[in-house]
């Protein structure tokens, strides 16, 4: 599967994708160059293997390029940083998951 294109919906602090008509989003706050990923929500009907798994490191790439930090308090996010180590370096310092 490819990178899922990301919209950063800023008033509804979310991130936010449309796969087949069905909304995808990974609800955010934001404070002093951290972002705090809070909430994973993925409708049943586009559960399909992968995509989570691919959604989460679109969103995570796209904070990359922003240059932020960020804060896994979703316990599926914070899973899938601890098995792709490769995100440690976002994590804020003194923060450990």
């Known amino acids: 599967m490819n990178e899922v294109a990301i919209k950063d ?3 509804l602090r979310q991130f936010e994708t449309k796969v ?3 909304l995808a989003k990974i609800e955010y706050s934001s404070q002093e160059r951290k972002v705090f990923l809070t909430k994973l929500v993925i409708p049943e009907e586009i559960s399909q293997n992968g995509f989570k798994e691919e959604f989460i490191k679109s969103v995570l790439n ?3 390029e922003q240059k932020l930090r960020v804060v896994p308090t979703s316990p599926e996010i914070a899973g899938f940083l601890r098995k792709n180590r490769q995100y440690k370096e976002m994590l804020p310092v003194g923060i450990r998951i």
């Open 9 to 11: 919906n800023s008033f």
């Open 20 to 22: 087949d008509g069905h």
């Open 62 to 64: 796209h904070i990359q």
